[in-house]
């Protein structure tokens, strides 16, 4: 009796993983856009993006901003 050809047991791997992959990136952009968009800011000037703010913040931990006498805001 011939032996019934299949996938190789490594292709299974590589499907996996690229799933295992996918829902990774679901996951993290799910809860990345949860923790940017649950701050509320007060007494925030006009002139600066929240949502850039909060990019920075986590992605690196520090956002920087100043006053500039140029558009004097």
Not at 19 to 24: I, P, V
Not at 45 to 66: H, K, N, Q, W, Y
Request: glycine letters at 4%.
């Amino acid at each position: 009796m011939a032996k019934r050809k299949g996938k190789h047991p490594y292709t299974y791997f590589e499907e996996s993983a690229v799933l295992n992959r996918c829902m990774y990136d679901r996951y993290f952009d799910q809860l990345m856009q949860l923790a940017i968009t649950l701050p509320q800011w007060e007494n925030m000037p006009v002139s600066i993006d929240t949502r850039c703010m909060e990019l920075s913040l986590f992605r690196s931990g520090a956002a920087v901003f100043f006053k500039g006498d140029v558009l004097d805001q």
